[in-house]
Nanobody, 124 residues
């Protein structure tokens, strides 16, 4: 059974940094793409960043490019999202997702497994 468990969220001030973690278990993920999505109250879920497990190819939403960095630790089966220069508009519930594809997609429908989410709140 695949499990994705996010951690690292919290309440920070604008300009601060946070690192989110996603611990993956239940199968071998080397053919998967791992993604981070977020959903703010009253808004649709949106793509944030993704990384292919095998090659480490990355892709970012324009809104976070240059501020967020996605990475993975193969030995720990964990994906990270380093978030710097946080803004109030980054406030959302952040989800980790895994999709059985080596091609990065920004569409949530292409991801097969989802975590429960971790809340990030950025005050101004």
């Amino acid at each position: 059974q695949v499990q994705l468990v996010e951690s690292g969220g919290g309440l920070v001030q604008a300009g601060d940094s946070l690192r989110l973690s996603c611990a993956a278990s239940g199968r071998t993920f080397n053919t998967y793409t791992m993604g981070w999505f977020r959903q703010a109250p009253g808004k649709e879920r949106e793509f944030v960043a993704a990384i292919t497990w095998s090659r480490g190819t990355t892709h970012y939403a324009d809104s976070v490019k240059g501020r967020f960095t996605i990475s993975r630790d193969n030995a720990k089966n964990t994906v990270y999202l380093q978030m710097n220069s946080l803004k109030p508009e980054d406030t959302a519930l952040y989800y980790c997702a895994a999709g059985d594809t080596i091609v990065i997609s920004m569409a949530g429908s292409r991801y097969d497994y989802w975590g429960q989410g971790t809340q990030v709140t950025v005050s101004s």
